[in-house]
């Protein structure tokens, strides 16, 4: 038998809330129109005296809904987190006084402000429920890491450190990855002077050393199912034999591959022995072995051309138009090599901008200096065999004039292609049971978006880059090193750490059932009424988690562990079935019909803000702080994200009377900042369509407008609202108004 709701409101006088507004009138409005059975004020409710009020009316008056008119909901987390109840926040402080001047004239408006913050807060309560488990979670605390290189071995070794088994599966007979070819790596610690150890050797045997790190060599993933916590994945061997193990998170760390050379005849490459990649001048390092270097063929080296960019930073078809990252100081380590053997050797580096990134970048190129490296800025057009060598005709950059030079060898530094597996948008769209190994891919995703993880450009696999970098859009998952974006070595050990921290975070709150960032904790989940479901599709196709899969009579079924709790799939339902306990239709809606609305000849417009809690609300939050006011006129309610919002929220506020809407999301795009990566992107298309709304009530279509807000936008967000302000000013009020 479900549990009696019983509805407690509690305002707080604190922070100056007191002196500007009338509570009491706050408190009577929750009783006597909301239905709020208890109603308390309070001086300080973030106090400890405060807070135990609220637990008291929980434990001894059944008190399960509660109404906090205070704060913003981003304030006081901690101190008004009870436990098995419902809570939503009323913004009192931020949203209404701080952003309201301490005036005579302004009083009133600031006074109605907080009534309906009141209302809403309450009627947005009333219709939540406390979320509970659903059932689903289960709580594996082992790794599957896939791949075997710098960034798998650092990885299997940080979980096994934090007492988690990690198991590593590579592809070919032996661990280190490209690294295992390098003859010395560029050194990671003080004074950043000389090339150091790989370090390759010493990973391998904490590896082996550690019984919490299983290895499966020449070994691939033939398939992977199943969420954080549950996750199941076939590793199957050369032979063909396969064995079925289950994990609680995983962690991609496939690599990259060194760009193919034979793309770029005009540098020389493949027409003789004196051109070679730097991974090939590593393994004829490696064959020296601190000896004298010689060329493939033989022959003695005396001068050697670093050709920087080779193949990347480029335009032209088929290049690759980024940084690989290392390139530049991986010249400066090979030069060394040579100066280190004989000083007398002649070694130049040729760059268009040099780039040493790193704490000691700076230093370890200051060091190739004092051993006497040139470092000469041009670019190279054409390598030719000149029978002794190669002749480098470049572009001189500082004395703006075409020149050449002589050299026994040319290095070109061509730059890491990721190694990500298969870049697929959706598969099995119309036969979702439909699936099949692929021998490009990674992972073997049996999610119908695709078999593995997405790309976001260049072909490295998508993360979230500037909130929560080591998150992709597949939960539970999580890519390290040269696959998630160009690196070095000791970015990819930094990056593999990382991701290992994340994967045990992910694992860890899979067990309880916690959604994972940006929402890390959120109990609850999606459901959906199924006599209401017309099996669109749209929810399992616009899902930027891929958290949505179907039963075997085509209807939704949705995966807690993968679900970010972003409600896209609640926006994106056209019969509105899909709902959370904690966020649904109704929780906004009611917010959005519950705001008083005054007649049109009292010439008090109101605005509806629907604001991403994740960026716009907390820049309105800090404008407030700052001082920054706005239109009294405005009712900022937050979202989940832009990608939750349901047409019908927009259709119900223009025919209850608001004159005016703003969505607020993320920036969307390449260099998206929707921390739910799609969410904004997707709700912004949606929104293009609302013109026929308007048009069809008879509206005009600056009424409703939609923008993308950074969470540094203090001054921009209030100045939009104050923007739609004068707009309805101009246009008038609407036609709807009761």
Same mark, same amino acid.
């Given at each position: 038998?479900?549990?009696?709701?019983?509805?407690?409101?509690?305002?707080?006088?604190?922070?100056?809330?007191?002196?500007?507004?009338?509570?009491?009138?706050?408190?009577?409005?929750?009783?006597?129109?909301?239905?709020?059975?208890?109603?308390?004020?309070?001086?300080?409710?973030?106090?400890?005296?405060?807070?135990?009020?609220?637990?008291?009316?929980?434990?001894?008056?059944?008190?399960?809904?509660?109404?906090?008119?205070?704060?913003?909901?981003?304030?006081?987390?901690?101190?008004?987190?009870?436990?098995?109840?419902?809570?939503?926040?009323?913004?009192?402080?931020?949203?209404?006084?701080?952003?309201?001047?301490?005036?005579?004239?302004?009083?009133?408006?600031?006074?109605?402000?907080?009534?309906?913050?009141?209302?809403?807060?309450?009627?947005?309560?009333?219709?939540?429920?406390?979320?509970?488990?659903?059932?689903?979670?289960?709580?594996?605390?082992?790794?599957?890491?896939?791949?075997?290189?710098?960034?798998?071995?650092?990885?299997?070794?940080?979980?096994?450190?934090?007492?988690?088994?990690?198991?590593?599966?590579?592809?070919?007979?032996?661990?280190?990855?490209?690294?295992?070819?390098?003859?010395?790596?560029?050194?990671?610690?003080?004074?950043?002077?000389?090339?150091?150890?790989?370090?390759?050797?010493?990973?391998?045997?904490?590896?082996?050393?550690?019984?919490?790190?299983?290895?499966?060599?020449?070994?691939?993933?033939?398939?992977?199912?199943?969420?954080?916590?549950?996750?199941?994945?076939?590793?199957?061997?050369?032979?063909?034999?396969?064995?079925?193990?289950?994990?609680?998170?995983?962690?991609?760390?496939?690599?990259?591959?060194?760009?193919?050379?034979?793309?770029?005849?005009?540098?020389?490459?493949?027409?003789?022995?004196?051109?070679?990649?730097?991974?090939?001048?590593?393994?004829?390092?490696?064959?020296?072995?601190?000896?004298?270097?010689?060329?493939?063929?033989?022959?003695?080296?005396?001068?050697?051309?670093?050709?920087?960019?080779?193949?990347?930073?480029?335009?032209?078809?088929?290049?690759?138009?980024?940084?690989?990252?290392?390139?530049?100081?991986?010249?400066?380590?090979?030069?060394?090599?040579?100066?280190?053997?004989?000083?007398?050797?002649?070694?130049?580096?040729?760059?268009?901008?040099?780039?040493?990134?790193?704490?000691?970048?700076?230093?370890?190129?200051?060091?190739?200096?004092?051993?006497?490296?040139?470092?000469?800025?041009?670019?190279?057009?054409?390598?030719?065999?000149?029978?002794?060598?190669?002749?480098?005709?470049?572009?001189?950059?500082?004395?703006?004039?075409?020149?050449?030079?002589?050299?026994?060898?040319?290095?070109?530094?061509?730059?890491?292609?990721?190694?990500?597996?298969?870049?697929?948008?959706?598969?099995?769209?119309?036969?979702?049971?439909?699936?099949?190994?692929?021998?490009?891919?990674?992972?073997?995703?049996?999610?119908?978006?695709?078999?593995?993880?997405?790309?976001?450009?260049?072909?490295?696999?998508?993360?979230?880059?500037?909130?929560?970098?080591?998150?992709?859009?597949?939960?539970?998952?999580?890519?390290?090193?040269?696959?998630?974006?160009?690196?070095?070595?000791?970015?990819?050990?930094?990056?593999?750490?990382?991701?290992?921290?994340?994967?045990?975070?992910?694992?860890?709150?899979?067990?309880?059932?916690?959604?994972?960032?940006?929402?890390?904790?959120?109990?609850? @989940? +999606?459901? !959906?009424?199924?006599?209401? =479901?017309?099996? %669109?599709?749209? &929810?399992?196709?616009? *899902? $930027?988690?891929?958290? #949505?899969?179907?039963?075997?009579?085509? @209807? +939704?079924? !949705?995966?807690?562990?993968? =679900?970010?709790? %972003?409600?896209? &799939?609640?926006?994106? *339902? $056209?019969?509105?079935? #899909?709902?959370?306990?904690?966020?649904?239709?109704?929780?906004?809606?009611?917010?959005?019909?519950?705001?008083?609305?005054?007649?049109?000849?009292?010439?008090?417009?109101?605005?509806?803000?629907?604001?991403?809690?994740?960026?716009?609300?907390?820049?309105?939050?800090?404008?407030?702080?700052?001082?920054?006011?706005?239109?009294?006129?405005?009712?900022?309610?937050?979202?989940?994200?832009?990608?939750?919002?349901?047409?019908?929220?927009?259709?119900?506020?223009?025919?209850?009377?608001?004159?005016?809407?703003?969505?607020?999301?993320?920036?969307?795009?390449?260099?998206?900042?929707?921390?739910?990566?799609?969410?904004?992107?997707?709700?912004?298309?949606?929104?293009?369509?609302?013109?026929?709304?308007?048009?069809?009530?008879?509206?005009?279509?600056?009424?409703?407008?939609?923008?993308?807000?950074?969470?540094?936008?203090?001054?921009?967000?209030?100045?939009?609202?104050?923007?739609?302000?004068?707009?309805?000013?101009?246009?008038?009020?609407?036609?709807?108004?009761?």
């Amino acid at each position: 038998m479900a549990e009696e709701k019983k509805v407690g409101t509690y305002i707080c006088k604190g922070c100056g809330i007191g002196d500007r507004v009338n509570t009491a009138g706050m408190a009577t409005i929750a009783t006597r129109e909301c239905k709020s059975q208890v109603t308390k004020e309070h001086d300080f409710l973030c106090s400890a005296e405060g807070v135990k009020m609220i637990q008291d009316d929980i434990d001894n008056d059944g008190v399960n809904h509660i109404a906090i008119v205070a704060c913003s909901r981003r304030a006081k987390t901690e101190a008004f987190s009870f436990e098995n109840v419902a809570i939503s926040r009323g913004n009192v402080r931020e949203g209404v006084i701080w952003v309201r001047p301490d005036t005579d004239e302004a009083s009133e408006t600031t006074q109605e402000m907080a009534e309906d913050y009141t209302r809403m807060a309450v009627h947005e309560v009333s219709v939540m429920t406390p979320p509970t488990p659903s059932g689903q979670s289960e709580g594996r605390k082992n790794l599957l890491i896939v791949g075997g290189g710098i960034s798998g071995m650092t990885a299997a070794i940080e979980a096994a450190r934090a007492g988690y088994e990690a198991t590593i599966v590579e592809k070919t007979g032996a661990l280190g990855g490209s690294a295992a070819n390098l003859y010395r790596r560029v050194p990671e610690s003080s004074p950043f002077k000389d090339p150091e150890d790989s370090g390759v050797a010493a990973l391998i045997a904490a590896v082996d050393a550690d019984s919490k790190i299983t290895v499966h060599l020449n070994s691939t993933v033939t398939k992977t199912s199943g969420a954080p916590g549950r996750f199941s994945a076939d590793i199957t061997t050369e032979s063909g034999a396969t064995a079925t193990e289950n994990f609680g998170a995983i962690i991609q760390t496939s690599g990259f591959t060194e760009y193919d050379a034979n793309q770029l005849p005009h540098l020389g490459y493949g027409k003789g022995k004196n051109v070679v990649t730097q991974m090939e001048l590593e393994a004829l390092a490696a064959a020296a072995d601190g000896g004298v270097i010689k060329t493939a063929d033989g022959k003695d080296i005396n001068s050697v051309v670093f050709i920087q960019c080779a193949g990347q930073r480029s335009d032209e078809e088929g290049h690759l138009p980024y940084c690989s990252g290392h390139c530049c100081t991986t010249s400066i380590k090979q030069a060394m090599y040579f100066k280190d053997q004989n000083p007398a050797i002649d070694t130049t580096v040729m760059f268009t901008d040099l780039r040493t990134p790193g704490a000691g970048g700076e230093d370890f190129y200051r060091s190739g200096q004092d051993k006497g490296i040139n470092f000469t800025k041009g670019v190279a057009s054409e390598v030719t065999d000149n029978g002794n060598g190669c002749t480098v005709k470049f572009r001189d950059m500082i004395l703006d004039e075409d020149t050449s030079t002589d050299a026994d060898l040319v290095v070109l530094a061509t730059g890491m292609v990721a190694n990500a597996g298969v870049d697929i948008d959706v598969v099995g769209q119309d036969d979702p049971g439909k699936w099949e190994v692929s021998v490009d891919s990674i992972l073997n995703l049996d999610y119908r978006q695709g078999k593995d993880m997405p790309q976001l450009r260049h072909g490295f696999n998508d993360s979230h880059f500037i909130c929560f970098p080591y998150e992709t859009r597949r939960t539970g998952i999580y890519t390290a090193g040269p696959t998630r974006r160009p690196m070095d070595i000791g970015q990819a050990i930094e990056d593999a750490t990382g991701a290992a921290l994340k994967a045990i975070q992910a694992a860890e709150n899979a067990e309880l059932g916690r959604a994972a960032h940006p929402r890390s904790g959120d109990l609850s @989940y +999606p459901s !959906f009424r199924k006599e209401g =479901c017309t099996q %669109c599709k749209r &929810c399992t196709v616009e *899902c $930027p988690f891929g958290a #949505i899969d179907e039963d075997e009579e085509r @209807y +939704p079924q !949705f995966n807690e562990g993968r =679900c970010r709790r %972003c409600g896209t &799939c609640m926006g994106a *339902c $056209p019969v509105r079935v #899909i709902s959370f306990d904690n966020y649904s239709i109704d929780t906004v809606g009611n917010q959005i019909k519950n705001v008083d609305i005054p007649e049109e000849f009292d010439e008090k417009p109101r605005i509806l803000v629907l604001a991403c809690e994740n960026d716009a609300y907390p820049a309105l939050d800090m404008a407030a702080m700052n001082g920054v006011e706005y239109s009294a006129f405005a009712r900022i309610i937050p979202i989940r994200c832009l990608g939750s919002t349901n047409l019908i929220w927009v259709t119900d506020a223009l025919n209850s009377g608001y004159d005016g809407i703003i969505l607020m999301g993320c920036q969307k795009g390449e260099n998206y900042q929707c921390h739910f990566v799609k969410g904004s992107e997707i709700a912004q298309d949606r929104m293009s369509k609302v013109d026929d709304t308007l048009q069809s009530l008879s509206l005009e279509p600056e009424r409703v407008e939609t923008y993308e807000i950074a969470i540094t936008d203090i001054e921009r967000a209030p100045q939009l609202i104050n923007d739609m302000a004068a707009t309805i000013e101009k246009i008038g009020m609407s036609p709807f108004k009761f």
